[in-house]
């Protein structure tokens, strides 16, 4: 029983060490994990590099995908820059050199913080500020994502993979504010139509909840996250679990991560408009129409034999 307990045990490990021989094998890093560029101007280009590295001694292709939705890198990295924080969309700031790439053994190693490593390639993009970019922090990453390894010898699909990415930081020159308020809100059987309006000068991406009284019950909503530009009165919609009629108390919020507006009003839910049943149509015209003009052209027919 114990040789049992045993030869099971070595080979558990046996797997668990193919598992990480396999995982380190196919990991693809990035070096250094965060770039920031500064105070950047209106109309300027900058070129950005870093570097791609995997411990694999196989050539792989990695192609280089970018994200502009980084707002938790930046809660991270540092907090107090959400207070002049843009979420407007950056992904056609930024245009690679060449995109995807391989990557493959060097002759000279790469020095990275974690030590030397001999697979690694140098990644340039340029990333062009438009003249009518909002003002303040920007942030996005850009993920190696592996494709295929042995290229010399054939391609094989990735299966084990395990990638990190850098995230990239800069500012962009002027006043940035963050800012919003409720405007209004209705409702619609069991929809609740929250209207909220950007007063500030950057676009953030708003969620917002609440909760409608009614007698003793609470009814609790919270909606998707929705993109709000300046000076855009945007519609969000959440949905409740069961239709109302009437006027109910209710409080509302907006949250834009930054801070958060609150709202306490009477929100007005109307009937939810039944819907109605299309009139069926009536084909007997078009019915007779057809069968007269088969009937002549059998006749025709007819006639044209004899």
């Known amino acids: 029983m114990s040789k049992r ?3 099971l045990s070595f080979f558990i490990a046996f797997l668990l060490l193919v598992s990480i021989s396999l995982s380190q ?15 950047l101007e209106r109309g300027q280009t900058t070129r950005v590099k870093f ?3 995997s411990p694999s ?9 970018e994200a502009s939705d980084n707002l938790d890198f930046v809660v991270t990295y540092n907090k107090a820059l959400l207070a002049n924080y843009s979420e407007e969309d950056i992904s056609s700031w930024i245009r690679y050199f060449s995109n995807p790439v391989v990557l493959k053994p060097q002759t000279q190693p790469l020095q990275t913080p974690i030590g030397k490593v001999s697979n690694w390639r140098e990644i340039e993009f340029l990333l062009s500020i438009p003249k009518n970019a909002e003002a303040g ?12 390894t042995g290229i010399a010898g054939g391609q094989v699909a990735i299966g084990i993979v395990a990638v990190t ?13 963050r800012k919003g308020e409720i405007v209004d809100a209705l409702g619609e059987g069991n929809k609740v139509r929250i209207f909220f309006k950007n007063t500030g000068s ?3 991406k708003v969620v917002a909840s609440g909760e409608i009284y009614h007698n003793n019950k609470t009814y609790s909503f919270s909606s998707a996250r929705e993109i709000v530009k300046p000076n855009e009165l945007k519609e969000i919609v959440a949905f409740i679990n069961e239709p109302l009629e009437g006027n109910f108390d209710s409080r509302i919020t907006v949250d834009f991560t930054s801070d958060k507006v609150e709202k306490k009003m009477v929100i007005t839910f109307a009937k939810k408009p039944a819907l109605i049943a299309a009139k069926p149509i ?4 078009l019915i007779y129409i057809i069968a007269a003009i088969v009937i002549i052209l059998i006749a025709r027919w007819i006639y044209e034999k004899s």
């Open 137 to 148: 922090y920007h942030s996005f990453s850009i993920q190696p994502e592996l494709q295929f």
């Open 25 to 39: 094998r196919y990991t693809v890093g990035v070096s250094p994990p965060v770039i920031n560029l500064g105070e």
């Open 202 to 204: 950057v676009t953030m």
């Open 51 to 53: 570097y791609i590295v």
């Open 282 to 285: 009536d084909l007997t015209f």
């Open 5 to 7: 307990i045993l030869s």
């Open 57 to 65: 001694s196989e050539e792989m292709l990695v192609k280089l995908i």
């Open 165 to 177: 990415k850098v995230n990239v930081i800069f500012n962009v020159k002027g006043e940035a504010i």
